[in-house]
């Protein structure tokens, strides 16, 4: 029998790309279908940590601790340009938490990541001396310092779908899988576009990546009668202008038992996160509450000599997980994944649920294996010890930013140290024949000329302003109004010229 492809992927998060990226190095076809951008949801909603997850060690999920930190030392070596090493002091409060627990609960953290780790071992400090102190209010005199890894989710999300692109996926943004039923062993998807016009596909197999979708996927899309139902989790953050002058993350411990992060962000600005709350609505119109920023606020202020205001929020995001469907607290709910694969229908359909930015290679393996095999085709796992994400191809970062000024001697050091940090050595594809600034084109505000635009246009897929300036980067912070209009009536005439699609498949207005 003939097919369009080996295996249709749904939905383009991290899970989905991380699919299609490791099932496209195994030689077989891809197709990839996003409804909106790529990592348009959960995946770029993220605190952004690649970590074991200190406080599932309470849950005593040692096995997902142990997974997770192997995985940081695989993703920290795979995109060396949208990751870095991060150190985060935990103050103590004797009365949330014994330090000998504490102690106990790093030393197994440390240890549990032994072998395949690079990172600093944890430490006790004294925050009276100590650099991460002096934010603090006075009573925290006795601190702990570990190591865990930070990303680019979204970028994240972007470069796997690149990688597949390079390795012959075909990536699909702006696309709805609508309906998919079985006939004569195939699958046989209805894909929509913007302006509502379908296409049919024939998949031999069917992957379900719809995050927190992957319930009514099931259910409304391929009609399945049993309810599988994934527990739905909002958690937000707020952003504030910097509140510390120090490159340490905070992690704060709270009276209900739960910790949030006070994180450096973007130069200027400090991260804070994150909540946890039950949620059935509607997954893309997740947004922050009053009292969710409130909460933020109260849980840092607690910590910090300056309180923390409502009114000093400067962002806020929120996403929902979309957890493993089991009872009980929803901040204490398992944050581990499970794939399966479904045969019920007469073709292969494999489901996800669950999961992490940090796990989705290890999930993507772990699906492309279950596939290959039900496929009886022998094309052995690389994604661990292979070639690293695009741009991902160096050793040393300020040797790259130092040849690039020898080359481009023009170049703001500013915008190099952007570039290197989202494009890594894709940034001389970006650059190409510049020979002064004003060869960059159109500037938009804040560090944004024509090139990048089109660059990530013809190569990252963004389609519009909020793509842009919330996902591909986060100067969205810096910029204003009359930038972000004139940034997106650049794009209405430029996304059609630049990709051949016509413009009302790109009339997606910005949020
Ligand atoms: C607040 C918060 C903090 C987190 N912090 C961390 C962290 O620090 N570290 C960490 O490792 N993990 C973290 N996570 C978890 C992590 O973000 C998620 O596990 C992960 O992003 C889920 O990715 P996904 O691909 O499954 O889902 P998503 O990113 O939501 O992707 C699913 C995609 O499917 C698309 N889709 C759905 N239906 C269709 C359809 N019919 N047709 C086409 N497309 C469709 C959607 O548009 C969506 O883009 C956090 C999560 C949250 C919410």
Avoid at 264 to 274: D, Q
Avoid at 354 to 372: F, N, S
């Amino acid at each position: 029998m003939r097919y369009d492809t080996d295996i249709l992927v749904v939905g383009g998060g991290i899970n989905g790309a991380g699919i299609a990226r490791d099932a496209a190095g195994r030689g077989l076809s891809v197709t990839l279908c996003e409804q909106d951008d790529l990592a348009a949801h959960t995946s770029s909603a993220s605190t952004k940590l690649i970590h074991g997850g200190l406080r599932y060690l309470e849950q005593y999920e040692f096995r997902l601790v142990a997974k997770a930190l192997a995985e940081r030392e695989v993703i920290l070596r795979l995109a060396p340009h949208i990751t870095w090493p991060l150190l985060f002091v935990l103050p103590h409060e004797s009365h949330l938490r014994p330090a000998w627990m504490i102690r106990l609960g790093l030393l197994l953290y440390d240890s549990l990541g032994a072998g395949h780790r690079s990172l600093a071992d944890s430490h006790a400090v004294d925050l009276q001396q100590h650099v991460s102190g002096e934010p603090l209010k006075d009573t925290y005199s006795r601190g702990f310092v570990y190591s865990d890894g930070w990303v680019q989710d979204a970028r994240l999300v972007v470069l796997n779908a690149m990688d597949a692109a390079r390795r012959g996926a075909d990536i699909r943004v702006q696309v709805r899988c609508v309906e998919a039923h079985v006939e004569a062993g195939a699958w046989l998807a209805q894909l929509q576009g913007l302006d509502g016009r379908q296409q049919t596909l024939r998949a031999r197999t069917l992957v379900n990546a719809c995050g927190p979708w992957a319930g009514s996927f099931l259910a409304d899309v391929l009609g399945r009668r049993e309810r599988r139902k994934v527990r739905l989790v909002k958690g937000s953050h707020i952003v504030l202008p910097r509140l510390f002058d120090h490159d340490y993350a905070y992690i704060f411990q709270q009276p209900d038992r739960r910790i949030v992060f006070a994180i450096p962000y973007e130069t200027a600005y400090t991260l804070i996160g994150t909540t946890d709350v039950d949620y059935d609505a509607d997954p893309a119109s997740v947004h922050i509450e009053a009292d969710e920023r409130q909460y933020l606020c109260d849980a840092v202020s607690r910590y910090f000599r300056v309180p923390v205001r409502v009114e000093d929020v400067v962002w806020s995001y929120s996403g929902v997980r979309p957890l493993l469907d089991e009872d009980g607290d929803a901040s204490a709910v398992s944050r581990d994944y499970h794939v399966e694969l479904d045969t019920a229908q007469g073709a292969l359909l494999l489901n996800v649920f669950g999961g992490k930015i940090t796990t989705y290679r290890r999930l993507g393996e772990e699906a492309v294996d279950q596939l290959t095999a039900a496929l009886g085709a022998d094309r052995p796992a690389w994604t661990e010890h292979g070639d690293p994400l695009p741009g991902g191809d160096f050793a040393d970062a300020e040797r790259v930013v130092a040849a690039w000024s020898q080359r481009w001697p023009w170049l703001p050091v500013a915008l190099a140290h952007r570039w290197l940090r989202h494009y890594g050595t894709c940034a001389a594809i970006l650059l190409g024949d510049a020979a002064c600034l004003d060869d960059l084109g159109q500037h938009f505000g804040a560090q944004l000329y024509q090139r990048e635009v089109d660059y990530l246009v013809c190569h990252e897929w963004a389609r519009t302003s909020e793509d842009i300036l919330w996902r591909r980067t986060k100067l969205g912070l810096r910029t204003n109004d009359d930038e972000r209009r004139r940034l997106q009536d650049y794009l209405d005439t430029a996304v059609p010229r630049l990709t051949g699609e016509s413009p009302h498949q790109t009339a997606r207005s910005p949020a």
